[in-house]
């Protein structure tokens, strides 16, 4: 669990990025968890973007991602959320005491 500081810490490392993931018609689906998984390996920190095409909204999907406890969902944004999860081997993002 993030404490808020460090909740702060990621939202503004996050600002700059683009959404790497959009979740469309086809909802939050096994390819799509294991598209999300893949690029929370390689960046850590993510930006997702919900389309109106998707069957679920925001709120849904992210209740449906923070019910993997690896990941922490980080800010919602409209349709947009920020997540993060530590490399396991090679943490790039230092998050603050």
């Known amino acids: 669990m993030l404490t808020g500081k460090q909740k702060r810490h990621l939202r503004a490392l996050a600002?700059?990025?683009?959404?790497?993931?959009?979740?469309?018609?086809?909802g939050l689906n096994l390819g799509m968890q294991k598209q999300?998984?893949?690029?929370?390996l390689d960046h850590e920190l993510i930006?997702?973007?919900?389309?109106?095409?998707?069957?679920?909204?925001?709120?849904?999907?992210a209740r449906e991602?923070?019910?993997?406890?690896?990941?922490?969902?980080v800010q919602v944004i409209g349709k947009t959320l920020v997540l993060f999860r530590p490399n396991p081997d090679k943490p790039t993002i230092q998050l603050p005491g």
């Open 47 to 61: 930006k997702i973007r919900i389309l109106e095409s998707s069957p679920l909204d925001h709120r849904q999907c």
């Open 65 to 73: 991602l923070e019910a993997d406890d690896k990941l922490e969902l």
């Open 15 to 26: 600002h700059p990025l683009k959404p790497v993931v959009q979740i469309g018609k086809s």
């Open 36 to 40: 999300i998984k893949r690029q929370l």
